[in-house]
């Protein structure tokens, strides 16, 4: 494990104090420092950070104050925005599967911009936010992705045609089309491709006399984990040049909806290492196990999608292969397996292990409390 | 969706008030009545409650007034028993993977029993909780598990031994030898070949002048989900004669330590479709939406583990296959896609799908607080 990125401000607050693990610290600095990447990356776009990343209302507030603008799922995460004081123009309810309370909820507190992908939802927004700009998500291949959507959001080209001629028809001001490649997506032509299917979308609803003002090319944008990823200006050039390709001058405003990259590599879990057991005579493997597993934050490691880079506090020792595993009672509780990780030899109980890149898709999805385990601690400076 | 058992008094409450959804309704006499059956039928065994399963106190407390004993994995499940007034001896810290702090603190409020497979583990217990019973895991077959344990617990029955007479020589009490087949197992003989295996293993620890008490043949008793299982009664008369061949007169006391068996049928999940969706005209499978999924609750339904029967509020109308999937914007929140479930065609939002047997491992496995959406309502009736 060498050259990972842990920020000096991150690296001050570990050796300040010894604290109680486990818990994420996040360097809300290197979350705006994101945040300026991508907004001088995709120039001309409008940034929606994806709340669900990382919910915490200071860093809502940190890129609120740098102009960003919001991608909610709930009215939990409506309530969070709101608590530091964004704007309800700035926020889009983009969860396609809305219950009509949350959707007049929303509306109530000022929300005009919800996406949808089916009719039933575009009925339920024609009723209960009458008049709002409305998205639709068509759906596009996202194999290439860590953490795909599976087919879960997203409609077909021909369908998308249908429902905005619908919204339309319902008083509903059709606003936009969107995609989303799946997250931690390294393959840049599954944007290059979503956005050749967009244009020709494009073209469809203008047959139909609908003027769609907006491109949400989505989120997804991969973050170096412990494989190489492509850089985020090279795939801004390629969106960009495909972008020029088939919209010419005719360019859409373009709506990015980035999560994992504005918190992922901003923050960093410490784990103690309770136990490193050799379960047979001369094992080939040690098993370790830490306070933070499956069900206490790092979740992605469900079907060892996500590796994240790990960090022991004896790294000038020979290193030698572990399977990884939470501190739960629970088999389903194993971090890395068939991917083990190299790890010192020497390492024992006391130790820790720091899991870099962790500031994304943790602590939010921290069990409340599975096998009586106390919730991670979460510090944000 | 037939002959699935709910009880009276889930049905009457479910009847009585149409309550905000999701909620879990647990009937605690269901509860009791599983554990009357499993003392009836392992009447020579002494049942510890796998308190993971669902750590509702008044769970625990009705257990207690009927005799149980109780398999703890934290401090905070220590406590969980207590607040209710179980008596320490009759607790067993079963996790193999403790913090020393924890285990001391479990000795100073009095635990005694402590389950350990490794080295590590056991210096840890000789040195915070010295005198104590130990118990040492060995590590056996658990495919057939829906819920396997991919040999994150258990050592090789020679390191066992090596173990025990560690054990013994720093002054802890070798008390007994556990196993675990994997949770909801229905392969009888991972439970038979085991105990073949422990007898050998009680033999050489007696070569060793070890003369444990004990043989805890674990849980992953099977409950009936969708498909048919083995009944517990055939199970344990086929455990009962696997003893007798084995140990013959010199039987050990056995504990059991089941959890989904006793909670499992006792609780439902009610959840409101939020959008029942075609992505495509004349798509074969339609989309449905609940408002509790992955992140709520089912976890179980990871890579399709546990299918759960569904039970819809419109039962006489024809049925159609669809994919099943949770509220969330994350594309892990599927609930059944290889799998499809046969729901009523004319499934609309607004009505209920009701999860049945679903009071074990799933109220515990709820996320705090992803995508901002509300932790499921819990009712012991």
Same mark, same amino acid.
């Not at 059709?174 to 989303?180: C, M, T």
């Not at 190489?228 to 850089?231: N, P, S, T």
């Not at 901003?266 to 290492?273: F, K, P």
């Given at each position: 494990?060498?050259?990972f990125?842990i920020?000096?401000?991150i690296?001050?607050f *570990?050796?300040?104090?010894?604290?109680?693990?486990?818990?994420?610290?996040?360097?809300?600095?290197?979350?705006?420092?994101n945040?300026?990447?991508?907004?001088?990356? %995709?120039?001309?776009?409008?940034?929606?950070?994806?709340?669900k990343?990382n919910?915490?209302?200071?860093?809502?507030?940190? *890129?609120m104050?740098?102009?960003?603008?919001?991608d909610?799922?709930?009215i939990g995460?409506?309530?969070?925005?709101?608590?530091?004081?964004?704007?309800?123009?700035?926020?889009?309810?983009?969860?396609?599967v809305?219950?009509?309370?949350?959707?007049k909820n929303?509306?109530?507190?000022?929300?005009?911009?919800?996406?949808?992908?089916?009719?039933? !939802?575009?009925?339920?927004?024609?009723?209960?936010?009458?008049?709002?700009?409305?998205?639709?998500?068509?759906?596009?291949?996202d194999?290439?992705?860590l953490?795909p959507?599976?087919?879960?959001?997203?409609?077909s080209?021909e369908?998308?045609? !249908?429902?905005?001629? @619908?919204a339309?028809?319902?008083g509903?001001v059709?606003?936009?089309?969107?995609?989303?490649?799946?997250?931690q997506?390294?393959?840049?032509?599954?944007w290059?491709?979503?956005?050749t299917?967009?244009?020709?979308?494009? !073209?469809?609803?203008l047959? !139909?006399?609908?003027d769609?003002?907006?491109?949400?090319?989505?989120?997804?944008?991969?973050?170096?984990?412990?494989s190489?990823?492509?850089?985020v200006?090279? *795939?801004?050039?390629?969106?960009?040049a495909?972008?020029?390709?088939? %919209?010419?001058?005719?360019?859409?405003?373009?709506f990015i909806e980035?999560g994992?990259?504005?918190?992922?590599s901003?923050?960093?879990?410490?784990?103690?290492?309770i136990?490193v057991a050799?379960k047979?005579?001369?094992?080939h493997?040690?098993?370790?196990?830490?306070?933070?597993?499956?069900?206490?934050?790092?979740?992605?490691? %469900?079907?060892?999608?996500?590796?994240?880079?790990?960090?022991?506090?004896?790294?000038k020792?020979?290193?030698?292969p572990?399977?990884?595993?939470?501190?739960?009672?629970d088999?389903?509780?194993?971090?890395?397996?068939?991917n083990?990780?190299?790890?010192p030899i020497? @390492?024992?109980?006391g130790?820790?292990?720091? %899991? *870099?890149?962790?500031?994304?898709?943790?602590s939010?999805y921290v069990t409340a409390?599975?096998?009586?385990?106390?919730?991670?601690?979460e510090?944000?400076?």
């Open positions: 494990m060498q050259n990125f920020s000096e401000k690296e001050n *570990l050796k300040a104090e010894k604290l109680p693990t486990p818990f994420l610290v996040v360097d809300l600095d290197v979350v705006s420092e945040y300026k990447i991508l907004k001088d990356t %995709f120039s001309n776009s409008i940034i929606y950070y994806a709340v990343a919910s915490e209302p200071r860093i809502i507030e940190r *890129l104050n740098l102009g960003s603008y919001f909610i799922a709930s995460e409506l309530e969070q925005c709101f608590s530091v004081g964004v704007s309800p123009d700035r926020i889009s309810y983009n969860n396609p809305k219950k009509p309370d949350d959707i929303a509306y109530d507190l000022g929300i005009r911009n919800f996406t949808f992908d089916s009719k039933g !939802e575009l009925s339920k927004i024609a009723k209960m936010a009458p008049g709002s700009n409305v998205f639709c998500r068509f759906g596009v291949r194999r290439g992705a953490w959507f599976e087919g879960k959001f997203g409609c080209s369908m998308l045609i !249908e429902l905005m001629v @619908l339309s028809n319902k509903l059709p606003q936009g089309v969107s995609f989303h490649v799946g997250s997506q390294s393959d840049s032509s599954r290059t491709a979503a956005i299917e967009a244009a020709k979308i494009f !073209e469809a609803l047959m !139909e006399n609908i769609v003002k907006v491109l949400n090319i989505g989120g997804g944008f991969p973050i170096k984990y412990t190489e990823v492509i850089g200006r090279e *795939l801004s050039e390629e969106i960009a495909q972008l020029d390709c088939c %919209f010419g001058s005719n360019k859409p405003q373009v980035p994992r990259f504005i918190a992922g901003a923050g960093l879990i410490r784990s103690e290492v136990l050799e047979e005579p001369d094992a493997e040690r098993w370790v196990y830490v306070d933070i597993g499956r069900f206490g934050g790092l979740a992605e490691t %469900f079907n060892e999608a996500i590796i994240y880079p790990i960090r022991a506090n004896k790294s020792a020979e290193l030698g572990v399977i990884l595993a939470g501190p739960t009672c088999g389903a509780d194993i971090l890395y397996k068939k083990p990780v190299d790890l020497n @390492l024992r109980d130790d820790y292990l720091d %899991f *870099l890149s962790a500031g994304a898709y943790t939010s409390k599975f096998n009586g385990l106390p919730a991670i601690t510090y944000y400076i």
